[in-house]
């Protein structure tokens, strides 16, 4: 119950964390609780320095998505992978989205991005869009720990049927879409307006994945995305 009572006190500080931090600690006994907050409340994790809560919690999603992740790209992309797209655009500033954000990774690397070519992250205004609500949350905890600002739509939606920035262009887009979805909601958007290219299958969801994201460039805006090897 005082672990509760300390998440509702943290959101009611901080309006990016307001109904998304975990309430549910009763669930655990006392003796794991009072043993994990020891582990943390350790003046080594001060000594250490830097970001080093936001690289703990970083280790816990890679260990968690392994667990259950069975979708590629649902839930986790890999580090190596989001670094190579995050170098590749080198965001310095401007519009950053990621229409499939998952636990927030292209946001945090993209951060790191900055740290290591001293720039600075209010240079840069950070976008993004999650369907599965727990992942939605996860996401916005990981931003508050790296002390990022994003603006992740007022709740959880699905990008095609519910686009929470419809107006938005980005001078960056980058993301790692879930493969080869059905029944993405097709029969509802056929005159939409971001088939510039041809309306996608109904069977199929990748190409509207990456006319969904050329639909939200700025006209000089460059995309790197992950897609399934078909």
Same mark, same amino acid.
């Given at each position: 119950?005082?672990?509760?009572?300390?998440?509702?006190?943290?959101?009611?500080?901080?309006?990016?964390?307001?109904?998304?931090?975990?309430?549910?600690?009763?669930?655990?006994?006392?003796?794991?609780?009072?043993?994990?907050?020891?582990?943390?409340?350790?003046?080594?994790?001060?000594e250490v320095g830097g970001d080093v809560i936001g690289r703990i919690y970083?280790?816990?999603?890679?260990?968690?998505?392994?667990?259950?992740?069975?979708?590629?790209?649902?839930?986790?992309?890999?580090?190596?992978?989001?670094?190579?797209?995050?170098?590749?655009?080198?965001?310095?500033?401007?519009?950053? #989205?990621? +229409? %499939?954000?998952?636990?927030?990774?292209?946001?945090? $690397?993209?951060?790191?991005?900055?740290?290591?070519? @001293? &720039?600075?992250?209010?240079?840069?205004?950070?976008?993004?869009?999650?369907?599965?609500?727990?992942?939605?949350?996860i996401a916005q905890m990981n931003l508050a720990i790296h002390g990022i600002?994003?603006?992740?739509?007022?709740?959880?939606?699905?990008?095609?049927?519910?686009?929470?920035?419809?107006?938005?262009?980005?001078?960056?887009?980058?993301?790692?879409?879930?493969?080869?979805?059905?029944?993405?909601?097709?029969?509802?958007?056929?005159?939409?307006?971001?088939?510039?290219?041809? #309306?996608? +299958? %109904?069977?199929?969801?990748?190409?509207?994945?990456? $006319?969904?994201?050329?639909?939200?460039?700025?006209? @000089? &805006?460059?995309?790197?995305?992950?897609?399934?090897?078909?």
């Amino acid at each position: 119950e005082v672990v509760n009572n300390a998440m509702e006190l943290v959101e009611q500080q901080s309006e990016q964390l307001t109904g998304v931090l975990p309430k549910s600690y009763t669930d655990f006994s006392d003796e794991l609780l009072g043993e994990l907050l020891r582990i943390f409340n350790n003046n080594a994790l001060d000594e250490v320095g830097g970001d080093v809560i936001g690289r703990i919690y970083e280790y816990f999603l890679n260990k968690f998505a392994k667990n259950i992740a069975s979708d590629d790209g649902v839930f986790f992309t890999p580090k190596s992978l989001v670094k190579m797209i995050v170098n590749i655009l080198e965001p310095a500033g401007g519009v950053l #989205l990621d +229409p %499939a954000c998952g636990s927030g990774g292209m946001f945090v $690397q993209s951060l790191e991005f900055l740290k290591n070519h @001293k &720039g600075n992250l209010r240079e840069i205004s950070i976008f993004g869009q999650e369907f599965n609500a727990e992942t939605w949350k996860i996401a916005q905890m990981n931003l508050a720990i790296h002390g990022i600002e994003a603006n992740l739509g007022n709740s959880y939606a699905d990008s095609f049927t519910n686009d929470k920035h419809p107006t938005l262009k980005a001078d960056f887009v980058m993301a790692n879409p879930p493969f080869n979805l059905s029944d993405w909601g097709q029969s509802s958007l056929k005159d939409d307006v971001r088939w510039k290219f041809g #309306l996608p +299958p %109904a069977s199929n969801a990748n190409f509207a994945w990456m $006319q969904h994201m050329i639909h939200h460039l700025s006209p @000089k &805006g460059r995309m790197g995305i992950v897609l399934a090897n078909g």
